[in-house]
């Protein structure tokens, strides 16, 4: 979904991760914290970046499970005959049922809970009555809020019998997921991630979608920081522990360019080739990262 950047307040949840608000805990304290405190009182300050504790990186867990069960709900039901319409009812429901909300659901306007992406759509689909056809890949996008914590991921589905294009560029999305991910841990930095994949989805004679970045999440939908899937390594904001975001690589089997639609969300390969994506939560902990959205095929 589209991207909005969080600047932190005297009343946001302070960046150290003591749950405490910020008022109350390092900006009252000042400048005699411990280094880790210090990096997250610079990182809220340079980057706009929330660290998160604890508790936080459990209630987005906690979300974070809710996301994987509603996409296992989709990979049992999705085949030939349904409607996108009926994937937002059902994950709509299940979320409801579980005391959480869809966070996209009227989202800058956005009108369902959450976005479906068929073959050359790259993302934001808006669920509708389109019927799925034997051999379409759809690409399902959702992220409950409980809590007040947000976690965010999605998956691309086969539907019916695929064909050997669909297979590739599906392959290649999901491992280009795999090979971010691995990239996620202190001393390397948001460049070595978009690296990573890059290099594996061009060597693999597909593209790299620019314009819809990953990002940070957990207290809000979208916060800092943005996480490119294209870049070079070293470059970017150093990975912290307690960082959480997104990554979410859009890989195309064309070329990378696209366009947005009439209704102003849904982006299309500009030249009709498959698209695919597939998307974690992920923390960046002390030795590397916990992903906090494990579907059963996560790295």
Partial sequence: MKKGIHKVGRNDPCPCGSGLKYKKCCLKKGTEQPASVHSALQYAKRHNILLKGPEDVEGIRQAGRIAVESL???????????????????VHEFTLDNGAKPAPLNYR????????????????????????QDGD????????????YYADANKTFFVGTPGPDAVKIVSIARECLKLGIEQVKPTNTLGDIGWAIQHYAETSGCSVVREFVGHGVGFEFHEAPQVTHYGRK?????????????????????KRHLYILEDNWTA????????????????????????????DDAP
């Fill in 137 to 148: 890949i759809v690409n399902v996008d959702v992220t409950p809020i409980l809590n007040g």
């Fill in 72 to 90: 296992n709900l989709v990979e049992k039901e999705i085949r030939p005959g349904i409607t996108t319409d009926h994937l937002n009812t059902l």
């Fill in 109 to 132: 306007g956005f009108p369902k809970s959450i976005c479906t992406s068929i073959n050359e759509v790259i993302c934001h689909g808006i669920p509708e009555n389109r019927v799925l």
């Fill in 234 to 254: 070293g470059d970017g904001i150093r990975l912290l522990p307690g960082m959480v975001f997104t990554i979410e690589p859009m890989i195309n089997l064309g």
């Fill in 268 to 295: 299309v390969t500009r030249d009709g080739s498959l698209s695919a994506q597939f998307e974690q939560t992920v923390l960046v902990t002390d030795t590397g990262y916990d992903i906090l959205t494990p579907f």
